[in-house]
């Protein structure tokens, strides 16, 4: 990469005296340079926290990494580029067996330089990941530990679950369960925030399978009149800590005992799939008639259209089936519900980068749409 002169005599005016690419020994500081790629490590991938800085760093210094010195000579303006050009030709030659030497010690430098940058990498998201699954495991950790302060004291209080689905029992912790694979109270918390507003004039609202009360806290936040039904007695005691209205029953139960027209709202959140095709099927036409005139019904479930989605819906035993949208969609319609309304939510963060070419960016856009879809779907139905 360069020109072959520039190492033996000194140059034109206006024109360096070292081998383009080449960093000459008394300019390198190599404590700055480590405290550079400290400083790089610290800001991890950019601050878009994408990786698309990261990316573009390591796509240069891969282009820039093999140097050598056949780059093609460029003739610069001016007078004394015009002079330069022919005196760089006739001595690049001659001078080849000086400067190729030095190109060959900046190869290997450039090589061990991007390995230990890509080592100290790599190292910096291990200890990335392993802070993270620590902060989640400890806040599992805390949460049933709460579970357990605010679970009776008597043992006679109800049965673990009172759900009437074939696999309610699949899991002996379903608290526990939950917390693993589903995420914090606060996790669930703000994914469930953009469904405050649809029930802001939809009171009161019941939760069914309201698990830890995430949203009937956020309702309560929102001074919307809320509360809410769980099977089981571990979700129902960490929720009434929370001083939410909380009971446990099985919802088909406690929705037979209402009065028709009795609700201005039913959440369902992550409930749909554990249901048998009955008591879904069950749980739209009661829903239907425990509405009033305009009821907002809003089903959230896994979307089985994700293969994302997918591991997270396997991964639970006391799961029923999956629902695609129009078979949630089509079963509201048939159970009474004037209108419906399909809205997909939680996109993975992680997708394939588009490329710029016109052909290969549609072929990644499609790829991200068929493997890369929303993890979760509302259905929002009304009477």
Known sequence: MGGGYDAAMPAPEGESSTPAGILPPEKVDPVALLEQLREQLRRGAGSDGSGSARAAWRAQAERMWPVSAERPLVRRPGLKGALAYPVKRLLRPLLRWYVEPLAAEQRGFNDALLKLVDDAYESADRAAAAGESFSRALTELEQRLTRVERRPASSASGPPT????????????????????????????????????????????????????????????????????????????????EGLDVEQADAVEYL????????????????????????????????????????????????????????????????????????????????????????????????????????????????????????????????
């Open 162 to 241: 009172v759900a009437r689905q074939p696999r309610a029992d699949a899991v002996p912790d379903y608290f526990a369960f939950e917390a693993r694979m589903r995420g914090s109270t606060a996790e669930v918390r703000e994914r469930q925030r953009v469904y405050v507003e649809d029930f802001r004039e939809a009171v009161p609202v019941l939760d069914v399978g309201c698990g830890r009360g995430e949203l009937l806290s956020l309702l309560r936040d929102a001074g919307v009149e809320a509360r809410g039904v769980d099977a089981d007695s571990d979700m129902v005691a960490y929720a009434r800590g």
């Open 256 to 383: 037979e005992g209402l009065e028709d027209g009795a609700l201005g709202g039913i959440f369902a959140g992550q409930v749909v799939e554990h249901l048998p095709p009955g008591t879904l099927q069950a749980l739209l036409g009661l829903a239907v008639r425990k509405l009033r005139p305009g009821g907002v019904f809003v089903a959230e479930t896994i979307n089985p259209l994700s293969p994302l989605a997918l591991r997270n819906y396997f991964a639970d035993l006391t799961h029923a089936q999956p629902l695609v949208p129009e078979t949630l969609a089509l079963l509201a319609g048939q159970a009474g519900f004037r209108e419906t309304e399909v809205r997909f939510l939680n996109e993975p963060e992680d997708k394939l980068a588009v490329p710029e070419d016109p052909l290969l960016g549609a072929n990644a856009r499609r790829l991200n749409e068929l493997l890369f879809g929303p993890l979760d779907y509302a259905l929002l139905a009304r009477t």
